[in-house]
């Protein structure tokens, strides 16, 4: 099992993990940072990492020739995935006979085996599996399904993308100057959010890490490509990292390392509990 | 000559698909008791679709059927026999955001149209001509798009282009929000959205933070959409009142056929917008059509949400000899209220309400039980159907 990480600080590129993924700047949301394919081709020859890139904003006409010429960029670098949510990049992809390897990134709707099956026969190799599903569903896609997964297992998750600069036009009403980062909490959960506005989009987080230290080792057993942890809102970082590096690499059997980050929260996200949806 | 453009209605139960066939719709779009969007709507069953079907098919019109959630594994279990059973009550198109799903049913059963989901936010061309080699016949476009930009995309595709035009908004791209899933544990994808973007939030030092958005409304720019080739125009609203529904699709009924018939004038679309203004229960805007949507589209501190009063009762029958009108009443109304009847054919009829029954016809002054059915006497002979609703236009005390 492989350990990507999301960074959201340029300077831990020298981090013990198997790879980063980059999210591509003006092209990306739901990321805190984000790389030029300038900065990317530098990593690329720097870093003996696996590098993954992130494109997963919803592309708009304008954008099209503009991550054409991109795609036909990334194709020629070392790269070894693109993170997508809008299906013009595979499209795309498709039509240019790319040679690059896909990642269905769709955040909320990658939740069942047949349709990973249906983009594996669509080319796509990998999928990053929605943060809603329990741990039961993620092993049985991983079970049934040709599709190589990926599951974000450290991070504080992203919730939401709209296409409103809804800090602005907060702040706008309020007749205040605006900033690009703003927290909310929910009234009655009591939950806060993170949002964080760039490209004209608007990107929720939820402020509470998800601590799935407890599920690495069920993913290990039915060997799970790839786990992901993300670096926003989590501190000593290098020491997760390394930690989780060394727990992989060592079988998933040392128990410490889940004692240990039990300081990361109790918050198991979903893993544990499913989500309903008829109220009556 | 080219086709005429389709009204697409909600329609959240047979009554609903009924009233706004009548009332103008060329088609429905409904959700089954499984796979639908609106899991808490109260939705049809394989029966009531077979009927509903029935009803449109016999009025050459047509039923869409959204399947369009986003599919878990549990959820795929018995997904085949459902798409059998609906195809087989005669429904005309699915709407479905699911790819895996759009492949099964364009294999399996090439003659009933599908529809990408407006779940699938679809913003640009290139993205929808992976799915016509999927084979999809028509895609819902993202409320996100502008005027340029969807005429952009029929220009450059070759499928059928459906957008919204009327109704509630989300915040966020459709499909691409789960706060309902984090602050209620209702899943937004699979039905249960509880729309968390409505509520508002805590901000430290600052006033509350709120997100929601005001209506659509495209009443002004039909005769724009035709002209730029939009196959279909759709309004929101699956759980929205009977009243509603014959509110607003008849009033865009009347401005489509203005519009093609020439008759669209200033002062009709005057009339038009009074008519939506009257059922809506939030402030309008035209969102990303015009230009990038900003803070005049959403709702900060203060926003208050009109209950209406104005729907009186629906119509039951109208006895032309006796000149007595039966119906249902859903509000209070009184003798010497002036009131308006509208019916299915598009007829406004104004009355001062003068002779009012129960429904042992004893003249009585005030119908104040909602649901109890009444008579009133009315001095025309226009035929007033069933499903004619009564509105009230100005109460007897303001008219003293």
Redesign the interface.
């Known amino acids: 099992m492989k350990l990507l990480v999301e960074l959201s600080n340029k300077n831990n590129l020298n981090l013990n993990c198997t790879g980063f993924i980059l999210p591509l700047k003006d092209y990306s949301v739901e990321s805190t940072i984000s790389f030029t394919i300038e900065e990317i081709e530098n990593i690329i020859n720097k870093y003996n990492k696996e590098i993954f890139i992130k494109i997963n904003k919803?592309?708009?006409?304008k954008?099209?020739s503009i991550i054409k010429d991109i795609l036909i960029k990334l194709d020629k670098l070392n790269v070894k995935g693109i993170f997508f949510?809008?299906?013009?990049i595979?499209?795309?992809v498709k039509e240019l006979n790319l040679d690059i390897d896909l990642i269905w990134n769709?955040?909320?709707?990658v939740?069942?085996?047949?349709?990973c099956?249906?983009?594996y026969s669509k080319g796509v190799k990998y999928a990053l599996l929605g943060?809603?599903?329990t741990l039961n569903?993620i092993k049985?896609?991983i079970k049934?399904s040709k599709i190589n997964c990926m599951v974000e297992v450290i991070s504080k998750?992203s919730?939401?993308?709209?296409?409103?600069?809804?800090i602005?036009?907060?702040f706008?009403?309020?007749g205040k100057n605006s900033t690009d980062k703003?927290?909310?909490?929910?009234?009655?959960?009591n939950?806060k959010?993170n949002l964080i506005e760039n490209n004209?989009d608007t990107s929720?987080f939820?402020d509470t890490i998800t601590n799935g230290t407890s599920i690495i080792k069920d993913l290990y057993v039915v060997n799970c490509p790839y786990i992901i942890i993300r670096e926003y809102g989590i501190g000593n970082f290098r020491e997760l990292i390394s930690d989780t590096m060394k727990y992989i690499s060592n079988g998933c059997i040392d128990n410490c390392y889940i004692k240990k980050y039990e300081k990361l929260g109790d918050s198991t996200n979903?893993f544990f509990?499913k989500?309903?949806?008829?109220?009556? | 000559m080219t086709k005429k453009i389709e009204l697409l209605s909600p329609a959240g139960d047979l009554e609903r698909l009924k009233v706004t066939l009548l009332y103008g719709a060329d088609a429905v779009y409904i959700g089954g008791k499984k796979y639908s969007l609106r899991?808490?709507s109260t939705n049809f069953s394989i029966d009531e679709i077979r009927q509903g079907c029935d009803f449109a098919h016999k009025l050459g019109k047509k039923v869409h059927l959204t399947l369009n959630?986003?599919?878990?594994?549990?959820?795929?279990e018995g997904v085949e026999e459902y798409i059998k059973e609906v195809v087989e009550a005669g429904i005309d198109a699915f709407i479905v955001?699911?790819?895996?799903i759009i492949?099964y049913i364009k294999k399996n059963y090439p003659n009933v149209e599908v529809h990408l989901s407006t779940q699938n936010?679809t913003?640009?061309?290139?993205?929808i001509?992976?799915?016509e080699?999927e084979g999809i016949d028509r895609v819902v476009l993202?409320r996100?798009?502008s005027k340029d930009?969807i005429s952009?995309?029929i220009k450059?595709t070759n499928v059928a282009i459906e957008v919204f035009i009327h109704g509630a908004m989300c915040?966020?791209?459709s499909?691409?929000?789960?706060?309902s899933?984090?602050?209620?544990?209702?899943?937004?994808?699979?039905?249960?959205c509880a729309q968390?973007c409505r509520?508002?939030?805590?901000?430290?030092n600052?006033?509350d933070?709120?997100?929601a958005?005001k209506d659509m409304n495209m009443s002004h720019y039909i005769g724009t959409l035709i002209d730029m080739g939009v196959t279909s125009m759709k309004v929101e609203g699956r759980m929205r009142s009977l009243y509603y529904l014959a509110t607003v699709i008849g009033t865009y009924r009347n401005i489509i056929d203005d519009y093609y018939n020439k008759t669209l004038t200033e002062d009709k679309m005057q009339i038009y917008e009074e008519r939506l203004s009257r059922v809506a229960n939030r402030e309008t805007s035209t969102h990303?059509f015009l230009k990038?949507?900003?803070?005049t589209?959403?709702y900060?501190t203060g926003r208050v949400e009109v209950s209406n009063q104005d729907y009186l009762g629906q119509v039951i029958s109208y006895d032309k000899e006796k000149r007595l009108l039966k119906f249902i009443e859903r509000n209070y109304f009184e003798v010497g209220d002036i009131i308006e009847v509208f019916t299915p054919s598009g007829n406004h009829l104004k009355f001062s309400l003068e002779k009012l029954y129960d429904d042992q016809m004893n003249s009585i002054p005030v119908a104040r039980h909602p649901d109890n059915i009444y008579y009133l006497e009315l001095d025309t002979l226009i035929d007033i159907e069933e499903y004619s609703m009564i509105k009230i236009i100005s109460r007897r005390k303001d008219n003293e």
């Not at chain 2, 959630?69 to 795929?76: A, G, L, R, T, W």
């Open positions: 919803n592309l708009f006409n954008d099209i949510y809008d299906l013009a595979l499209q795309l769709q955040t909320h709707m939740n069942n085996y047949k349709t099956n249906y983009y943060k809603e599903l569903e049985e896609i049934l998750p919730v939401a993308v709209s296409h409103r600069r809804l602005t036009n907060y706008q009403a309020l703003l927290q909310v909490m929910e009234k009655i959960s939950l959010f004209n929720f939820l979903f509990k989500t309903i949806y008829k109220v009556k | 899991a808490n959630i986003v599919f878990h594994n549990e959820d795929m955001s699911d790819p895996f492949s936010s913003t640009n061309y290139k993205a001509e992976f799915f080699n993202a996100e798009l930009e952009y995309i450059n915040t966020c791209f499909g691409r929000c789960a706060l899933n984090y602050v209620t544990n209702r899943d937004a994808n699979r039905g249960g968390v509520f508002a939030f805590n901000v430290e600052e006033k933070f709120t997100m958005t990303y990038e949507a900003d803070y589209d959403q900060y």
